[in-house]
């Protein structure tokens, strides 16, 4: 009888660890994340910690790069009043005022690869994608703000964070705690399929 | 004693669903896939399957887009003799004939916005990344060889898979079962973050 009690409260015990694995703070799988992932542009308020901005960084620095330049820049904005001028600067933009912070994806032409210096482009995109599906892994909302090619607002954001010329802004990464009412698009669509060989 | 042994059978149900949960074929949280990514040049010859590819290219079309044009598109490559001239054309693109397949992920010129076309490079960029992750999230090796915009490499693509000219290729997705001999880099360097603003 103590024997099976003993068994018993093992068992439990196993079941108690895994189910907690599973609870709410445990950190989704990656296909769940990537296929859960969606533009979040309304946030509770609540503010993001140190912690998960490091967790976040940490994500957008462990993305390939063409010849591993790493050509990547990173501003983190918490300054209210600079999400309120960006907010004002871009069109689409407008979440930015209510965002707890921002991530501004930079590529720097100083790291890049003279022979091949446009995979800066590709390098910061793969690096803005790491960092929305760790936002989402970890429970927070996040969505992607193109800032280069466009002339007009790389010019606005290089004034309003100072960057010298050789950073140059590529996205802004709007970030905060979801409302909940964005939820992910199922985007499959087989005819964008071919195998081996286009056929006329 | 039934009782109690009632009990004790549905705990070790539970414990072994949950340790099923936990075993190799589990797939990871989303933050240890993007540490663990590696670019993987080697393969065992093991072929990926059907419902892999398929995986794949889910996760491919899961990926954020500039106004939600969705401008990608796709050829999957398992044609050994494909695989063999891709290897043979482009410069570090050797491990593609030892590669079970290939996705070759495209720009669709006809979808892109015609106000902003270049944000299509940021979508493919973003929706590499995805099939890299759900590679090493699923136990397979991959690595991201650049072909746009590099003109000759671009040329020699489009030749192979004859491709026609609204549809542009930007990356190779070389993919197999890894030996195990690449390993992840630590990348992690706090001298690339600032706050707020450029101070000079």
Same mark, same amino acid.
């Given at each position: ?26 950190? !989704? ?24 901005? @490091? ?8 993305? !390939? ?5 790493? !050509? ?5 904005? =918490? ?18 005022? @209510? #965002? ?19 995979? %800066?482009?590709? =390098? ?17 909302? #996040? ?20 960057? !010298? ?22 985007? %499959?669509? @087989? ?10």
């Amino acid at each position: 009888m103590i024997k099976c009690l003993n068994i018993l409260i093992i068992g439990l015990l196993i079941s108690v660890a895994c189910l907690t694995q599973n609870n709410p703070i445990s950190i !989704p799988n990656v296909l769940d994340v990537i296929h859960s992932r969606k533009s979040v542009r309304t946030y509770t308020g609540q503010v993001v910690s140190e912690e998960q901005i @490091e967790i976040l960084l940490r994500a957008g620095m462990s993305a !390939p790069s063409a010849m591993n330049r790493q !050509p990547w820049f990173f501003v983190v904005v =918490d300054d209210g009043d600079i999400l309120k001028e960006f907010s004002e600067s871009i069109m689409y933009g407008k979440m930015l005022s @209510e #965002a707890s912070v921002a991530i501004v994806v930079c590529g720097n032409m100083r790291r890049v690869y003279s022979l091949l210096p446009d995979y %800066w482009v590709q =390098d910061c995109s793969a690096s803005t994608q790491n960092i929305l599906l760790a936002a989402e892994g970890i429970g927070l909302g #996040a969505v992607w703000i193109g800032i280069h090619p466009q002339k007009t607002r790389t010019k606005k954001i290089r004034k309003i964070l100072n960057l !010298p010329r050789y950073i140059v802004p590529l996205s802004i990464i709007s970030i905060g705690y979801p409302t909940g009412v964005e939820k992910p698009k199922d985007k %499959w669509a @087989e005819e964008k399929i071919i195998r081996n060989r286009w056929k006329d």
